[in-house]
């Protein structure tokens, strides 16, 4: 059940994906960081999207998400150039594509704003994007009583580590992957590493590591670890950290106060909903996701960790 009071805001990148993996190759996946995000978040949460799209973009895809009762107002469509597009090869490693190429297209004009429904959520993620614009979001959030979440990466930390820094500072929870918080923190000891990041100011560091799983870290120096699901065949990696982050927030931002135990069963369920997302090419799979089966696989990994740990 939604509670009517939960509002999430994604602001992220809405994408066409030509992906490689052992699995196969399939081009013109709909995808992008809001994409996946907000998919998974729908299955707990009403959910908005912030977003841009070109003139190639199929019609059929916006209705997809209407379908899942995802508010599309905020998608600007742009006819001056195409849609985000990325190809990438996971044949030689799973967790680390090769980007073959990157095609920005009217991504690169991206220059969002929240409308005032958004501005009333109760939960905004800001996914990959640049830091200029993840700070002038964090900024127009501040004293609204939200719950802000932000994910980066690699490219961001080289080339614009000092503004990611001040977004950092605003924020509530970073999402950041193994690599990404040892170039950060300029240390491979992820503990070490997420000390550091808390240290500017959010509330909770997770760090995401793979087929092996995530650490929550608390600024009171806890630390909780949460598996993954054992799958029976990896077919694409896609979307995997945004869809933990949209089962992460969607779940949570049912909860008005939320404890630690509520954190940590966020995690799982971030975790259950990526081990859908990466059974099938692009958002298929996702696509199927009943409510039966995701209360399975969060009992599954439940019954492996210690709560209040």
């Known amino acids: 059940m939604i509670a009517k009071n939960s509002y999430l805001t994604v602001v992220g990148s809405i994408a066409y994906d030509d992906v490689i993996t052992s699995e196969g190759a399939k081009d013109n996946l709909f995808g992008g960081s809001a994409t996946y995000f907000s998919i998974s978040a729908s299955n707990f949460s009403n959910v ?16 997809l998400l209407k379908s899942k009762n995802i508010d599309t107002s905020n998608i600007k469509k742009n006819n001056s150039g195409n849609t985000f597009r990325w190809k990438g090869d996971y044949k030689s490693n799973p967790e680390e594509p ?11 004009e991206f220059s969002p704003k929240l409308n005032e ?53 605003k924020i509530n929870v970073i999402f950041i992957n193994k690599t990404e918080a040892s170039l950060i923190s ?12 808390l240290e500017y100011g959010p509330d909770l560091c997770i760090i995401k590591d793979g087929k092996i799983g995530s650490y929550m870290y608390t600024k009171d120096e806890e630390m909780f670890f949460c598996p993954t699901y054992n799958i029976d065949r990896l077919v694409d990696p896609t979307g995997a950290g945004d ?31 990526a081990s859908f997302t990466i059974e099938g090419f692009g958002i298929e799979n996702l696509l199927k996701v009943e409510k039966e089966k995701i209360n399975y ?10 709560l209040e740990q």
């Open 243 to 273: 869809s933990f982050a949209g089962g992460f927030f969607g779940y949570l931002s049912n909860i008005t106060n939320p404890k630690k135990e509520d954190f940590q069963e966020a995690m799982i369920y971030g975790s259950t909903i």
């Open 98 to 108: 090769e980007t073959i190429y990157t095609s920005l297209g009217v991504f690169e």
């Open 117 to 169: 429904t958004q501005l009333q959520s109760s939960h905004a993620f800001l996914a990959n994007i640049s830091p200029d614009i993840q700070l002038e979001l964090a900024q127009s959030l501040e004293n609204k009583n939200v719950l802000v979440g932000l994910d980066t990466m690699n490219h961001w930390i080289l080339e614009k580590k000092e503004t990611l820094v001040e977004v950092i500072k």
């Open 186 to 197: 300029e240390n491979s000891d992820i503990d070490i590493a997420a000390k550091y990041l």
């Open 297 to 306: 696989r969060f009992k599954k990994i439940k019954s492996k960790v210690n």
């Open 48 to 63: 908005s999207i912030v977003g841009t799209v070109g003139k190639d973009f199929r019609e059929s895809d916006i209705n």
